[in-house]
């Protein structure tokens, strides 16, 4: 029934160029608040906020969030020593009584 695929991988240098635009206010508002019936005024904001983040990651240098750093920061990245071995069974998972 099901068939076992590789998924589709592209090598890192066939992976095409990210390219950030600013939303599409007007769009954005139609789509929510014509069609799903958001409040227009906090979709608006929300617009506002991006475009308002977006020119403040565009000023250079190092750039902190509220808490002070990037979340990438607060952690190291380190290589296993070794790999899990294949032969210790995982944890069992408590289970329901049935009644």
């Given at each position: 029934?099901?068939?076992?695929?590789?998924?589709?991988?592209?090598?890192?240098?066939?992976?095409?160029?990210?390219?950030?635009?600013?939303?599409?206010?007007?769009?954005?508002?139609?789509?929510?608040?014509?069609?799903?019936?958001?409040?227009?005024?906090?979709?608006?904001?929300?617009?506002?906020?991006?475009?308002?983040?977006r020119s403040?990651?565009?000023?250079?240098?190092?750039?902190?969030?509220?808490?002070?750093?990037?979340?990438?920061?607060?952690?190291?990245?380190?290589a296993c020593?070794?790999?899990?071995?294949?032969s210790t069974?995982?944890?069992?998972?408590?289970?329901?009584?049935?009644?």
């Open positions: 029934m099901f068939r076992a695929t590789e998924p589709k991988v592209l090598a890192a240098a066939e992976v095409p160029g990210m390219k950030w635009n600013p939303p599409d206010t007007e769009g954005l508002v139609k789509f929510l608040v014509e069609e799903k019936s958001f409040n227009e005024d906090r979709v608006r904001k929300a617009a506002e906020r991006i475009n308002a983040s403040k990651s565009n000023q250079g240098g190092v750039q902190k969030s509220a808490l002070g750093t990037h979340l990438e920061d607060c952690f190291e990245n380190i020593a070794e790999p899990p071995s294949a069974p995982p944890a069992a998972s408590p289970t329901k009584a049935h009644s």
